[in-house]
């Protein structure tokens, strides 16, 4: 497998942030390829190369690239010490966006350590869609109430579904 768990999954998510963002994109050429599916990240020696530079990028100065890189991490099916603990020090960025996609990933591989992230998260005045994500994905009834707040003002899906799987303590497979 290449990329980040397939073309179509990677180039579908990409477009959309494309779209809501205006074109925003990583400045590091590096990550355009690895979004593009044209470096892979898991499969040989060459790859883990490759997925030690993103991971690497997850400290980068520039914050496009941070996110980017976060983005990246936290849609791969892959859990291993070096990823956990780069989505972990991310979920304390500076910057909200390689935040909630760190937590989305972290809520990926460990439901718990994610859970006082996206408490925290939630307690905001506002509060970016990956956050709900990972809410629907750790799916834990401390984050009925605070999820409330956010559905009575909305009725967007995303919320709704994450405020059904902390209600039933099931997560959400659409956000697996």
Known sequence: MTGIGGKMTLTRRWQSRLMDEENYGPSSTFLTWVINDNAPLTGSVYAEANLRRVIDLLSDEDTSNRDWAAFV???????????RSALTIC????DENVR???IRGLSRIDPV???PYIQRALSAPSVGL???EAAAIVADVSLVEPLRKFA??????IIADALEACRTGQPHPWYL
């Open 152 to 157: 009575s003002h909305s009725d967007d899906k």
């Open 113 to 115: 350590v994610a859970l």
């Open 91 to 94: 979920a304390d960025d500076p």
């Open 130 to 132: 990956d956050i709900f």
């Open 100 to 102: 909630a996609e760190a």
């Open 73 to 83: 991490i936290a849609n791969l099916k892959l859990d291993t010490p070096d990823i």
